[in-house]
């Protein structure tokens, strides 16, 4: 199996693959034939600086076509694609090189100045001359035949006890997103599809292109920060039909921004924390229709969603149903789902065996009412949810501990009305006295030493934290 060839090659060579807008808000399309013909001289010079089958690639782009490209490449090429978020920091990349070892990284210029040294990389205006069609060209690297066990992408989790752990995706996943594309993600053949997530999350992967391809559709790529009035006037401008985004956004679309009826705009889904049943029943009356909540891990891929003929106010807020096929039960509360029924599974964490347990437990709490759907209740873990990222409290209190004044830490979320939940950082001084002026430097300590959106927005300082008689921190009494 080969995603270019089952899927790319398969399609028209004028069919729309991608509406690219830079940050500058220069707009092209690009089509399938170019797509193809573009990753493909891009993987020969790929090969060219070393990676082959089975390698891993390192991208640190945004929403770029560049990005799209480099995943293609790796595709065709059978490399392991491995996109990290553009806000990530020294620290955090060098627990993805160590734990990766990538052959190389893609990039862009400015971002490159955090990877660790000693890994070879290649930036855009590299990229840009191996893509120049008047330019020397690398001979392209022909499609590999790959078996669907095959590792294809490799994405990062947050852990609450150590490092994030590096997942790996096979082949299988690639194509294992029709499910969810057919129903939940919902676009249909001839649309647009916008999924507004940075590369480098599991949503992104499966949700910025690979879902509306599987569909018919095109996807759109916008390269710039999130501005509420812009986004409607962007939304309706392209003509979006489906619009994925996470709760954080559409919690701020409701504040801040003047929503209105956009008539290309068909459905809307989100996924990544519960989304509050009024703000769905906000859109529902602004815009007309309804918000599709849905539900997965890294490690899973999509297991539940309200699918796309679901929109009905009495189940705003629930996570819906397992997709097709899926099964699912729970236990004690906790969600549980069989991994040989979920085609977009993972294979196993970087440097341990796969998984062979007949349930995956998945930490989450949920309650099923008597028609099948379910409504998320809690975790029973430490990660914090915030605003659609996964913080991992370890990561946070890591970077703190790092500052000179600090003893030790704790990271608890805390509620927030447009994030869901914010990072709390409850600090131990080893020098100093508390002060607001402290408290500003570690959040600007953390954001230098990690990526920005794992700083706390709450810090406050105690003379202890409490623990239990082995010591390790009691997070849920700081809850």
Known sequence: MN?????????KASRLGIVAIDAEGRRREWHFGELIARSAGLSGAMAARGVGRGDVVMTLVGS???????????????????????????????????????????????????????????????????????????????IEDLDPEDPAVII?????????????????????????????????????????????WSKSTRNAFIAPWLAGAAALIHDARFDPAERLDLIEREGVNVLCQAPTEYRILAKRAELRPIPSLRRMISAGEPLNPEVIRLFRE????????????????????????????????????????IETRVINGELQVRPGTVPSFFSNYIGEEPFDGEWWTTGDHVSRDDDGYLWFEGRDDDIIITAGYRVGPFEVESALVSHPSVAEAAAVPAPDEDRGSVVRAIVVLANGEPSEALAGELQEHVKSVTAPYKYPRIVEFADELPKTPSGKIRRAELK
């Open 64 to 142: 770029r076509i560049e990005w799209v490209l480099a995943m293609l490449a790796c595709f065709r090429m059978g490399a392991v694609a491995m996109p990290c978020n553009p806000q990530l920091r020294r620290k955090d990349l060098q627990v993805r090189v160590d734990a990766a070892q990538p052959k190389l990284c893609i990039g862009e210029e400015e971002l490159l100045g955090e990877l660790p040294g000693g890994l070879p990389a290649m930036n855009l205006t590299e990229v840009a001359e191996a893509l120049d069609e008047d330019l020397p060209q690398e001979t392209p690297v022909a």
């Open 156 to 200: 990062f989790t947050s852990g609450t006890t150590g490092d994030p752990k590096g997942v790996i995706y096979p082949q299988r996943y690639l194509i294992g997103q029709r499910l969810q594309a057919q129903h939940w993600v919902g676009a249909r053949e001839g649309e647009l599809a916008w999924c507004t997530a940075a590369p480098g």
């Open 286 to 325: 602004r815009l007309g229709t309804g918000i599709g909540d849905g539900y997965g891990q890294t490690e899973t891929g999509a297991i539940t969603g309200m699918r796309p003929d679901d929109d009905d106010p009495a189940r705003d807020g629930s996570m819906g149903r397992p997709l097709p096929g």
């Open 3 to 11: 995603f270019i060839e089952d899927v790319m090659e398969r399609s």
